[in-house]
Nanobody, 115 residues
Framework: QVQLVESGGGLVQVGGSLRLSCAAS????????MGWYRQTPGKQRELVAF???????NYVDLVKGRFTISRDNAKNTVYLQMNRMKPEDTAVYYC?????????WGQGTQVTVSS
């Protein structure tokens, strides 16, 4: 079992920045990669960025150059630094841990970008 707790969401103005954190606990040794997803009402949850155990990263085109995913292995924590934010970044952001078997999800944190 892996538990994920997200934090750092909130309200930010257009062009501003936020940093999300996702702290993992439990069987963290089983985690292969971690990612951030987001979801808006009526739409499917979509990938924002992920990072592997080896440190490889990947981003959806919409956030390339603005968002940065990173991890602190000592703290079992993954971060999403979001810069130059846009109203379309408004969503509930979820952290996901990929393991052999069903993935684990955090509870989500609301991010709202006001114009």
């Amino acid at each position: 079992q892996v538990q994920l707790v997200e934090s750092g969401g909130g309200l930010v103005q257009v062009g501003g920045s936020l940093r999300l954190s996702c702290a993992a606990s439990g069987s963290t040794f089983s985690i292969n990669a971690m990612g951030w997803y987001r979801q808006t009402p009526g739409k499917q949850r979509e990938l924002v960025a992920f990072i592997t155990n080896g440190g490889s990263t990947n981003y959806v085109d919409l956030v390339k150059g603005r968002f940065t995913i990173s991890r602190d292995n000592a703290k079992n924590t993954v971060y999403l630094q979001m810069n130059r934010m846009k109203p379309e970044d408004t969503a509930v952001y979820y952290c996901k841990a990929s393991v052999p078997g069903p993935d684990y999800w955090g509870q989500g944190t609301q991010v709202t970008v006001s114009s």
